[in-house]
């Protein structure tokens, strides 16, 4: 079985689960048991400090959002590029990491880039083959840079990526047409 950790799973424009819709998932963990991910392009309205403020100190100062990381529940997940701090490394130079000693660390260094999760994605074994089979996915390479973009249009960047890699070069294609 081919692993797809450190990859995009990039919804298809038909998936309509309300969880996923124009979604980016960055798969943190993928092999036979299942796989897990978080939703890097759902920011909620809501900031670190406001979440974070009374139980972490150092979360305080931190006004950067809060990212719904998918429907499943669980601990704060950070992503992040300390690699003194680091955690599991999902993409070179990419980590994740639930521990709270490393979390209040990176935010009171004031640490960028840097995403906060609320919660995850995850898919049973054989669940997510079932959904790639259905097409409900695209999976792409991730690069830092895109995982962590603050851009609202990342979905319909790499939705153009799946479209047109097959015909053109999409690192030749301008953000602006006009000057195509």
Request: net charge negative.
């Amino acid at each position: 079985m081919e692993s797809f950790a450190g990859k995009f799973l990039v919804a298809a424009p038909p998936l309509l689960d309300p969880n996923f819709v124009r979604s980016v998932v960055l798969l943190i963990r993928h092999d036979k048991d299942g796989a897990f991910g978080l939703v890097i392009n759902k920011p909620m309205p809501v900031t670190v400090s406001a979440a974070l403020g009374d139980a972490i100190e150092s979360a305080k100062s931190v006004e950067a959002p809060v990212y719904t990381g998918g429907p499943c529940q669980g601990p704060v997940f950070v992503l992040h590029v300390d690699p003194t701090v680091g955690g599991d490394e999902p993409l070179g130079g990419v980590y994740v990491t639930t521990d709270r000693e490393a979390i209040e660390q990176l935010l009171g260094d004031a640490a960028e880039p840097l995403k906060l999760f609320a919660s995850y994605s995850g898919w049973g074994a054989g669940q997510l083959e079932n959904e790639l089979n259905e097409g409900s996915w695209t999976v792409l390479d991730a690069a830092a840079d895109e995982v962590f973009s603050v851009d609202a249009h990342l979905w319909p960047r790499l939705r153009t990526r799946v479209n047109l890699s097959k015909y053109v070069d999409t690192n030749r294609i301008p953000d602006d047409p006009t000057v195509n």
